[in-house]
T-cell receptor, first 118, second 113 residues
């Protein structure tokens, strides 16, 4: 079945540094990927829609200059948290839909990346 | 806009008990409905789905029926196991194009032996 890989799974960084999280669709092409953020004991909040070859679409309240998204190929999207601060500590999850499959909008999720900013 | 409301947890059950996790939704048009499961330390996995009214999704003993008249998609399992302990998310999406999922807040289930 479809597999989405996220890397790194865990990352700890100092305040003020930038962190890049990769999301790869391993066995399918994804023209669109979605980035979510999950706070402890809460649901997933959609941050942005990543579109291959074009700019990402950000949800209201998400700072595009802080959360840089690049979708350079059909199998890779990256999320860069710039100048990270402790309040950016969270669980970031990406998801993708196989472009070749029609019908129900089934998304495959990565295992998530836990970011801790000291 | 679209939204999903699911019962708050945590839910604690004994092994072999019956499970129901309620989920209701608000949406325009005819969304697809999903249940995702997140086991400890892991990402989300699709548990089951239904794409139209009266469809029943089922997997691993779990079932949910798409009820348009009550805008509900309740998750049920007749006999839970310890291995079912996880967080369960109800979600919906539109059927047009690449639509992101809208999630409920999740319900944590703990099954004790």
């Amino acid at each position: 079945g479809a597999v989405v890989s996220q890397h790194p799974s865990w990352v700890i960084c100092k305040s003020g540094t930038s962190v890049k999280i990769e999301c790869r669709s391993l066995d399918f092409q994804a023209t669109t990927m979605f980035w979510y953020r999950q706070f402890p004991k809460q649901s997933l909040m959609l941050m942005a829609t990543s579109n291959e070859g074009s700019k990402a679409t950000y949800e209201q309240g998400v700072e595009k200059d802080k959360f840089l998204i690049n979708h350079a190929s059909l199998t890779l999207s990256t999320l860069t948290v710039t100048s990270a601060h402790p309040e950016d500590s969270s669980f970031y999850i990406c998801s993708a839909r196989d472009s070749q499959i029609s019908g129900a909008n089934v998304l495959t999720f990565g295992a998530g990346s836990r970011l801790t900013v000291l | 806009g679209n939204s999903v409301t699911q019962m708050e947890g945590p839910v604690t059950l004994s092994e072999e008990a019956f499970l129901t996790i309620n989920c209701t939704y608000t949406a325009t048009g005819y969304p697809s409905l999903f249940w995702y499961v997140q086991y400890p330390g892991e990402g989300l996995q699709l548990l089951l789905k239904a794409t139209k009214a009266d469809d029943k999704g089922s997997n691993k003993g779990f079932e949910a029926t798409y009820r348009k008249e009550t805008t509900s998609f309740h998750l049920e399992k007749g006999s839970v196991q310890v291995s079912d302990s996880a967080v369960y998310f109800c979600a919906l999406s539109g059927n047009s194009g690449n639509t992101p999922l809208v999630f409920g807040k999740g319900t944590r289930l703990s099954v004790i032996a």
